[in-house]
């Protein structure tokens, strides 16, 4: 079973800018969550997405965005990037059917590694 | 809120040596918890998990035991390899909200021959 895919790997962008990432989740995985990873704040959850819609929600500024489609792939946007938005910014997906993390536990992409100049 | 606290690293051992990774958490409900490690240059794989009290979770022969009366999940392996060398993460998620992973600062891991 494929696992979970990301596009691009790398990107290179300028302060103001705006930058769309693409996160493909497990096959029959309906849930998809976004994460941040700097060297400052460590592993920070943006949102969840499942069936379409927004369903959990991390504490981050409204320049981050997202959304999902019928075939559960999920894209984040930021929007007005700053130079802190440098980061690994990562997906996981999950079957998403339950609330138990232990029995429906996240898996995740390689990453997006967004460089803000 | 919820939080995982683990300890600094990076962690240098020789090959074969005993690892222990310390990770303690704070936590309102009654949290299963998790061991991610993340290679150069790839996401976070999952390593090892639990769900209860007294619960040992395993994988590749890693282990950690899920301790509620001290609130901890300390990694361990009895002998190490170089291909070990990563950076581990304890995390937590709350029941009821297995959307969101609550990380700890991760720990460098670095096997020398």
């Known amino acids: 079973k494929a696992g979970v895919t990301q596009t691009p790997r790398y990107l290179i962008k300028t302060r103001g800018q705006q930058v769309t990432l693409s996160c493909s989740p497990i096959?029959?995985?309906?849930?998809v969550s976004w994460y941040q990873q700097t060297p400052g704040q460590g592993l920070q959850f943006l949102f969840e997405?499942?069936?379409?819609?927004?369903?959990n929600k991390g504490n981050f500024p409204g320049r981050f965005s997202g959304r999902q489609f019928s075939n559960s792939r999920s894209e984040m946007n930021v929007s007005t990037l700053e130079l802190g938005d440098s980061a690994l910014y990562l997906c996981?997906?999950?079957?998403?059917?339950?609330?138990?993390?232990?029995?429906?536990?996240?898996?995740f992409g390689p990453g997006t590694r967004l460089t803000v100049l | 809120g919820d939080s995982v606290t683990q300890m600094e690293g990076p962690v240098t051992l020789s090959e074969e040596a005993f690892l222990t990774i310390n990770c303690t958490y704070t936590?309102?409900?009654?949290?299963?918890l998790f061991w991610y490690v993340q290679y150069p240059g790839e996401g976070l794989q999952l390593l090892l998990k639990?769900?209860?009290?007294?619960d040992k979770g395993s994988n590749k022969g890693f282990e950690a035991t899920y301790r509620k009366e001290t609130t901890s999940f300390h990694l361990e392996k009895g002998s190490v390899q170089v291909s070990d060398s990563a950076v581990y993460f304890c995390?937590?998620?709350?029941?009821?909200?297995?959307?969101?992973?609550?990380f700890g600062t991760g720990t460098r891991l670095q096997v020398t021959l």
């Open positions: 995390a937590l998620s709350d029941a009821g909200t297995a959307s969101k992973l609550t």
């Open positions: 997405y499942f069936s379409e819609t927004q369903r």
């Open positions: 996981a997906s999950r079957l998403g059917t339950s609330t138990n993390p232990f029995t429906d536990t996240q898996y």
């Open positions: 096959s029959g995985h309906r849930s």
């Open positions: 936590a309102t409900g009654y949290p299963s």
């Open positions: 639990a769900t209860k009290a007294d």
